[in-house]
């Protein structure tokens, strides 16, 4: 990630702020609408979702078995680092508000969400401690942590599945391409083999797919319909 100076009194960046684009971002010859680029970013996506078909049945029972634990009082704690975090706060909204009808709210939690706890957090014990903390403050036994990642590398993940499973929390990861630490840390995982940003675009998908199953298994156990849309 880079960033722009407007050229402010204020700014920190070394050095003096260019008024042309690099090279890299200059005029080039070939294709001025990067059709190709575009077409192969989304013929990309298919290997995400070819392999979260094949795991179907996990994602069918993640949704089947959180909407258990959620109609029991348990709840749902769910953490990511960058693109991953607004995957993982989409969830907790979809469960706090609604998926497709209208239906009581869950208690879900998105970790990364509380700007205050994370950069307190981070500044005391460091970045990696980050969601471990709060999983030791929020977590309950019989409670779901579901953590978001495309490499399944990062260490405050690894460290908030231990600080999970220590508390007979159950751990399910979203990953890329397996197999990967987080993946084999958790107590399941759903791993999209795909580049990370079309992994990325699997995880809304599967994410959505674990809600269809939640919203049909209330609907089982509750034998009631769910309203409408307003």
Known sequence: MTFESRGTAEST???PVPDTLPELWGAHQGDP???AEVTRHLDNVLPALESLRSQSHRLSGWGTELAARLLSGQRLLAAGNGGSAAEAQHLTAELVGRFDDERAPFSAISLHAESSAVTALSNDYGYEEVFARQVRAHGRA???LMLLSTSGRSPNLLKAV????DRGIVTWALTGPGPNPLAE???QAVTVDAIAANAQE???IAI???CRALD???VRRTGTQLGGQP
Do not use: S
């Open 162 to 165: 231990r600080a999970a499973r």
């Open 142 to 144: 019989g409670d779901v």
């Open 202 to 204: 699997g995880h809304l």
């Open 13 to 15: 960046l070394a050095g």
């Open 33 to 35: 609408t990067h059709d």
């Open 185 to 187: 840390a958790c107590h």
């Open 208 to 210: 959505h797919a674990v």
């Open 216 to 218: 049909a298994e209330i």
